[in-house]
């Protein structure tokens, strides 16, 4: 059995709500108070924590004019860019990580960051973070992962493009650490992700195979992707925010807005509340309306020992009179009393 997760003061498990974590990335467009403004927003909507992403130009790429250095895919949101100067671009100055994760701390929520090398782990270290989050382009860097995972701090490991074996791999690695404070998130690594291409089927699968908490890296459009994977048992729901798509920004075009996080805490606890257990029968809330069912009533007015027939005997509202399922056997009886029009038909009647 494996160690409940916690991160803060979280406890992370299908007994309670998912855990929403609003991803910043480079949603700033480089304004410490634009980042501030998102950390505001996003305590506003709900959110459990913000993520940041702890790397430089320098530490993710090489400042080189070669073809390989360049997107190119024709369908990336960033075709054309070096890869040194998307991130350039995108990076979170380290200095700003400390004032920013002071104002999360003043608004109670959770602040935790993506390392993307070494000396962002260290970093992160200093800032005592309570947890790390491994991004899918480094799930693979096994380096990576065992300096994290030594920190024994909770890790979220986001597991697209892996394969079964390479995250396998993975998870081992942690667990050689003795670090069994791991939770692994479903992601398709592309941006945006479309519906069909999202696979949310692969979350309960991954909770069997690993036994740790699963949830979603949700890159798709909209809400309903993260609202269905609660359904399928996401104990963790991750979207990129901003404060308006129209401002623009490295990953804005994907990313929610202020009210659209809001609905996304909203109907995420709804879909979990939904869940409930396994049940049959009325609920003690249910009880009430038991008198709306259908059930046996006299039409008219009617002698005793009189023989009933289709004319005298309906199936109607309200429920008081014998249930339905005795409307035939009832036909043909004889009253012992004289029943009024409206009367509700009892076995003492017959």
């Not at 709900?46 to 400042?63: F, H, S, W």
């Not at 941006?191 to 798709?220: C, K, Q, W």
């Not at 004319?311 to 309200?318: A, C, G, L, S």
Request: charge should be negative.
């Amino acid at each position: 059995m494996k160690p409940k997760l916690t991160i803060g003061d979280r406890e992370i498990s299908r007994q309670s709500p998912p855990f929403i974590i609003a991803e910043m990335s480079g949603n700033h467009n480089q304004s410490l108070e634009r980042a501030m403004k998102i950390v505001e927003e996003a305590a506003l909507a709900g959110v459990d924590a913000i993520k940041l992403q702890t790397y430089t130009a320098e530490t993710m790429t090489l400042d080189v004019d070669r073809e390989d250095f360049f997107i190119k895919e024709e369908n990336s949101l960033w075709k054309g860019n070096s890869l040194y100067n998307l991130y350039k671009q995108a990076y979170t100055p380290w200095e700003w990580h400390e004032p920013i994760f002071e104002r999360c701390k003043e608004l109670g929520l959770i602040a935790f960051s993506s390392p993307f090398d070494h000396t962002a782990v260290d970093f992160l270290e200093e800032l005592d973070v309570p947890a790390f989050k491994i991004a899918s382009f480094e799930n693979s860097d096994l380096p990576l992962i065992r300096k994290v995972a030594s920190t024994g701090k909770p890790m979220i490991i986001s597991t697209g493009m892996a394969s079964l074996s390479e995250l396998d791999e993975t998870v081992r690695e942690v667990e050689k650490s003795g670090n069994h404070q791991l939770a692994l998130l479903k992601c398709t690594s592309t941006y945006p992700a479309s519906p069909e291409n999202t696979n949310l089927a692969t979350i309960p699968h991954m909770r069997d195979l690993f036994g740790y908490e699963v949830g979603l890296s949700d890159h798709t459009m909209g809400v309903g992707a993260a609202v269905a994977s609660t359904v399928l048992g996401a104990t963790i729901i991750e979207k990129h925010f901003t404060l308006s798509r129209a401002e623009g920004g490295v990953d804005s075009a994907f990313s929610l807005e202020p009210k659209e996080l809001k609905q996304l805490v909203e109907e995420t606890k709804r879909a979990w509340l939904a869940l409930g257990e396994v049940t049959y029968g009325p609920l003690n809330e249910e009880k009430s309306s038991m008198r709306f069912r259908r059930s046996l009533y006299v039409t008219q007015d009617l002698r005793a020992g009189h023989e009933l027939t289709e004319e005298d005997v309906r199936i109607i509202r309200p429920g008081y009179g014998l249930s339905p399922k005795y409307y035939d056997l009832v036909l043909g009886k004889k009253i012992t009393k004289d029943l009024a029009k409206g009367t509700p038909l009892s076995w003492d009647f017959i």
